[in-house]
């Protein structure tokens, strides 16, 4: 287990990095050393090997409470402009690098989940949540609209009277209604929240790594294209796929298919060579 100034915590396990935000004691909301300190951490496991899934969760009853509302909030804007930028650019920023992370993250949420909580939820690229999880955009509660790209995100992931609603209201929904209305892809009792998203993790395990990273991208980025542009941005990302792509992943899995005949495309993933 690392310990990464006593705010985050990674444990490694058969591939998957567990990053847990750590300060249970204050519902892991996000204060500007945890802030920061997660920019390390994801450079940390971007470069090692024990790192192909990236799960984020958060330690003991929260998955996070949102943004810190004395130290990132109150304390941040007591000392200037200046410094609200800063942290801003801290938090957003992992946010940022987490969205594009060069490999496959899953949010395991735990438990509350409010407001800039929303930031790392939608940068996972897959969510699953406890059924018991509350999520809520918290925000007009308190007196703010949500912000740090959550009003975005929000429109993203739901439809736009679900987004007007969760804005609107600040009414919390349990992880259940969070995968009825698509904020997450399923949910499922808390007892079960670990065993579900390492096996999802393990289906990710087996996939081609590089072809994972483009992909993953590939969904983000066509989101904003029209039609022509996403066909041409599909084929020239394919196609800068197969020059880093070193193992030449997808003529080895045409070849285990037509001439070893030892798999079916449509019912699992080839094998890997190296891969266990
Ligand atoms: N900012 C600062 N401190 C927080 C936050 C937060 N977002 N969330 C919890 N804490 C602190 C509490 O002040 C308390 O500190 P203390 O022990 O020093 O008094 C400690 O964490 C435990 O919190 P409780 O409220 O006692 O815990 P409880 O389990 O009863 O309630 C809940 C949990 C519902 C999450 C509650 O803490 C809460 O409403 N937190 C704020 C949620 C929120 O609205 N976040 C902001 C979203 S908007 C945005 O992020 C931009």
Redesign the pocket.
Known sequence: MSDYNGVVKVEFDNGVAWVSLNRP???N?MNPTLNTTMHTVLDDLEADDRCGVLVLTGEGE?FS??????EYFRETEAQGHIAVRRAQRASYGWWRRLRWFEKPTIAMVNG?C???AFGPLYACDLAIAADEAQFGL??I??G?LP??GATKIVTDLVSARDAMYLTLTGDRIDGKRASEIRLVNESVPLAQLRTRVRALADTLLEKNPATLKAAKDAVRRVATMTFDEAEDYLVVRQESLNYLDKTEGAKEGIRQFIDEKTYKPGLAAYKRRGAE
């Open positions: 004691d204050k519902r909301c929260a409470a949102g943004m810190d509302l004395k509350w409010f407001g800039g918290s925000e509660n308190w703010i912000g740090g």
